[in-house]
Structure formats: structure tokens, C-alpha cells
């Protein structure tokens, strides 16, 4: 294919328009070049004809310097975008709510390589009921295919106010092998309107200092967050510094949290959740976490709010350090110190937890506890090991009681002078603030519990020997 080049001599959307008409590639000199409003849409004669724009990286500028709207793409698929930095100059972009400094509407298969997004007030890129889905006719005839949003790929993100990456109604997001930094809220936010296949993966990425300058209790401070998107994958990323979560997913199913490398997070590392009081089809099931490390958390992995559907995981495989009863970032009451959370139709197998400073792992929560088995997990330097729910024992009314949970198979080595602090059963008072003991391991019988089964294989004892130098929980935080 043929090349344009544009220096500036003419306006930017003039170029892009000469360049979809004459089925041209733009090539951008090097340049520091300050716009306005800049579109690339259906409208006109290019139609809906495919463009390349490109520069060699790091050489080409383009400053956000007039209007209340940046870089807009719209009705248009198969646009590429390379080696470009967009500077948002810290300017307004007051045209609607949320707005990136690339906003792209109704697009499809678009693709962003080696760029930078910065200075944002708002997010960096925003793709909005872009990508198309599968309808429910598709019969595989190859009539119907779905196409995706976008590719984002070894591209940077730093100093953005909202999401860096904001996605709405857009499935099959691929965000790989990019750097996110020095956020005021959130790193990638995935959004649906109602839960729905998404198909997003997020893979490959390191995120650094995530903010949560907005407040509240969860909805910012996370690196991705995920919020009514089913089937979406987040592996292999390093993810330091994020004041809630490391990864959020909110009513979602089928989600896949695998491999990443998590370190200093204010809350929940892990967070698989459902909204409380959800009905209808937004249940969070068949969620996946695996194989992470984390290391300094409030908590490491929750899987949780069986009162509201949330059920149907795996827990395994993952090594999780430094649980500590911190606080996030905005100063909210977070007295976790947890290492792992589940509470129903769950297997949580396989992982090493040491350091929680107040529990190992939790089965269920009062009443909301049903087929959990925790097997094959180590637990090291911790007061507590493994908290049952106390409605699994004989005297609990039938109406409150909770459902069937195996406890086998652990290791565990508590800090307290009484191994048997190593299993034992507790009220949920309905935070997890409120757990109260009541009965401990040698209190744990069949007939009082008889839907707690506990074999003789597990492994309780406090003692500290042989001990080795890197046995030392982390006392000081690393980050204020």
C-alpha cells in the first residue's frame, strides 16, 4: 500500500480523509503537533474504508491544546493506530461524561500499538459499543462472526484522572503487553450493561501506583476491573501498588484470574464478588483463580456473597503472603488480615498462605456456606488456620443452617500456644470484622458438627523449628 505523509502543512483530519480516499496509509513526521477535535467516522466518501496511521515511535506528539473532545472514532472498523503519544495537556474533556482522550464509538477490530495516552482529566482511551457479538441465531454458517473492539498492544497509560483503558458494550478487548502508571483511579475498567459474554483478555501488562482519589469502597483503586462481563481472562500481569484491588470482578461468570504477580494492595488482592441483593441472571459462577502470587494484602483472594447467587469456584495453587489488618488508602475501616474466602460450591486447593495476621482461609459465612472443600493447602505463621461456619453444627435451627463442608488434607502452623486454633468453627456477624470463635478443633465432632467433616489427615501444630532466616512475617508496610 501507498503512503501519505503529513507534517503539519495541512490539518490532521484533512490528511486522514485524503488518505481513506486514496486508500493510502498516513505516515506522521516527527513532530510535536497541537490539535483540536480530530475524527475519523463513516460519514463522507472514505465510508467505512480501513486506515493505518503511523509514526516511529516516540517521535510524534499530538497535543490535546483546544476544544472539549480529542481523538474520535466512530462507525469505522479496522483502524490502526501506531507509534502515536496523545498528550492530554491536563486539559477539560467536557464534551459528555467519561471521555478518553481516544474515544472511539461503534468501531470494531481497531488497533492501538506503541502508543502513549497522558495528562488526562478523564480516561485515556474509552471504546464505547464497540466490537460486535455472535446474535442468538448464529448457526456457524460463518454468516454471523463477531469481530472484536480493539487491540491494545505495548502501549503506556500514565497520569490519567478516570480509567486509563474505560470499555462500555465493547466485547473481545485485547490489552497486552503494556504499561499502566501513576493512575488516580482505575487501571482497565470493563463495563456491561447487563451481564453478558465479553470475552476481553488482559494479559502481559505491569500497573503501578492505582489510586482511589475518588473515594468509596471499592468502585476505584483497582488495576482491572471487571463489572458484568462474563468469560474474560487476567493472566500474567504485575500488578504493584493498587490501594483496593489488584483485580476486581463484579457480577461476573466465567472469569479467569491466573498467574499474576500481585504486590502491595490496600483490600482484597483477589476480588471475586457479587453485588448484594442481585437477582435475575447477574450471578457470579464459574470463576477460576489460580497460580497468582501476592504478597502484602488486606486480604488475598475473595470469593464471595453467596446471599446474593455468588457461588461455583476454584481457589488453587495460589502462594499468598503478609495478610495484614491495614486500611485502603482513603482511610476506611478494613480489619482483614485474611488470607483466602469462599463460601459456597467451592474447591480451594493446593495454596500456601503464611502470615495472615488474623486467618489462614474462611469457609463460608454463617448461613451462606454450602459444599466447600478446602483440601491440600498450607497454612504458616498465622493465629487461626481454617475458620468452618458454626452453622454446621447439630443445634443450629433448620432454617439457618448451613450446608456440607470437608476440611482435609492442610497443613497448618498456627502462631497460638493452642494447635487447636488451627480448624475451628465461628459466628458471622455480617462483617468480616465480626467472626467470633466457638468451638476449636478438639470441640469438633462429628455428632456436634455433622456437616463438617474433618479427617484425621490434617496436620495442626505450632512448631516454629527447623527455622530458616526468610521465616519472618513482614512487619512494616510498602507503601503509607
Request: aromatic share 8%.
Amino acid at each position: 500500500m501507498s503512503i501519505l505523509d503529513w507534517n503539519g502543512t495541512i490539518s490532521l483530519a484533512d490528511a486522514i480523509a485524503n488518505a481513506r480516499v486514496q486508500g493510502k496509509e498516513l505516515y506522521i513526521q516527527p513532530g510535536s503537533y497541537d490539535l483540536g477535535f480530530t475524527a475519523i467516522s463513516a460519514g463522507g466518501a472514505p465510508g467505512t474504508r480501513a486506515l493505518r496511521i503511523y509514526a516511529t515511535p516516540r517521535t510524534v506528539t499530538l497535543n490535546f491544546t483546544t476544544d472539549d473532545l480529542f481523538f474520535w472514532i466512530e462507525q469505522v472498523s479496522d483502524i490502526e493506530i501506531e507509534g502515536i503519544d496523545f498528550d492530554g495537556k491536563n486539559r477539560a474533556l467536557s464534551a459528555f461524561a467519561r471521555p478518553g482522550l481516544v474515544t472511539a464509538v461503534g468501531a470494531s477490530n481497531l488497533v492501538f500499538r506503541n502508543c502513549q495516552f497522558f495528562n488526562s482529566t478523564q480516561v485515556g482511551l474509552r471504546l464505547q459499543n464497540c466490537g460486535t457479538r455472535r446474535g442468538s441465531s448464529f448457526t456457524m454458517d460463518g454468516n454471523e462472526l463477531a469481530r472484536p473492539s480493539a487491540l491494545v498492544e505495548n502501549c503506556a497509560f500514565e497520569k490519567c484522572d478516570d480509567a486509563a483503558i474505560y470499555t462500555y458494550g465493547s466485547p473481545a478487548l485485547r490489552v497486552s503487553s503494556s504499561t499502566f502508571t501513576n493512575l488516580s483511579n482505575n487501571g482497565i475498567q470493563i463495563e456491561e450493561d447487563t451481564p453478558i459474554y465479553n470475552g476481553t483478555i488482559i494479559s502481559g501488562n505491569s500497573f503501578s501506583d492505582v489510586r482511589a482519589e475518588n473515594g468509596g469502597s471499592g468502585p476505584y483503586g483497582n488495576a482491572v476491573s471487571l463489572f458484568r462481563v462474563n468469560d474474560c481472562l487476567v493472566e500474567g500481569n504485575t500488578i504493584h501498588f493498587a490501594a483496593f484491588s489488584a483485580v476486581r470482578a463484579n457480577v461476573c461468570a466465567g472469569t479467569v484470574i491466573q498467574g499474576n504477580n500481585c504486590y502491595g494492595i490496600g483490600e482484597v488482592a483477589l476480588y471475586v464478588e457479587e453485588t448484594p441483593a442481585t437477582t435475575g441472571n447477574n450471578i457470579a459462577v464459574g470463576n477460576i483463580v489460580a497460580n497468582n502470587f501476592i504478597d502484602w494484602c488486606g486480604q488475598g483472594i475473595s470469593v464471595a456473597n453467596f446471599m446474593s447467587g455468588a457461588r461455583n469456584a476454584t481457589v488453587t495453587g495460589n502462594v499468598i503472603r503478609n495478610c495484614r489488618t491495614l486500611s485502603p488508602s482513603r482511610g476506611l475501616l478494613d480489619i482483614r488480615g485474611i488470607g483466602i474466602s469462599a463460601e459456597a460450591d467451592a474447591v480451594v486447593s493446593g495454596n500456601t498462605i503464611e502470615c495472615a495476621q488474623r486467618f489462614g482461609i474462611i469457609a463460608g459465612a454463617g448461613t451462606y456456606s454450602r459444599n466447600l472443600v478446602i483440601t491440600d493447602n498450607v497454612i504458616r505463621s498465622t493465629p487461626v488456620g481454617i475458620v468452618a461456619s458454626e452453622q454446621t453444627s447439630a443445634s443450629t435451627p433448620a432454617g439457618n443452617q448451613a450446608g456440607h463442608t470437608l476440611i482435609s488434607n492442610n497443613m497448618i502452623q498456627v502462631t497460638s500456644s493452642d494447635v487447636n486454633d488451627g480448624i475451628v468453627t465461628s459466628n458471622y456477624g455480617g462483617t468480616d470484622t465480626t467472626f467470633a470463635i466457638v468451638s476449636r478443633m478438639n470441640l469438633i465432632t462429628s455428632a456436634a458438627y455433622p456437616r463438617l467433616t474433618l479427617p484425621a489427615t490434617n496436620v495442626l501444630h505450632n512448631m516454629a523449628t527447623p527455622s530458616m532466616g526468610t521465616d519472618a512475617c513482614r512487619t512494616t508496610p510498602p507503601f503509607g
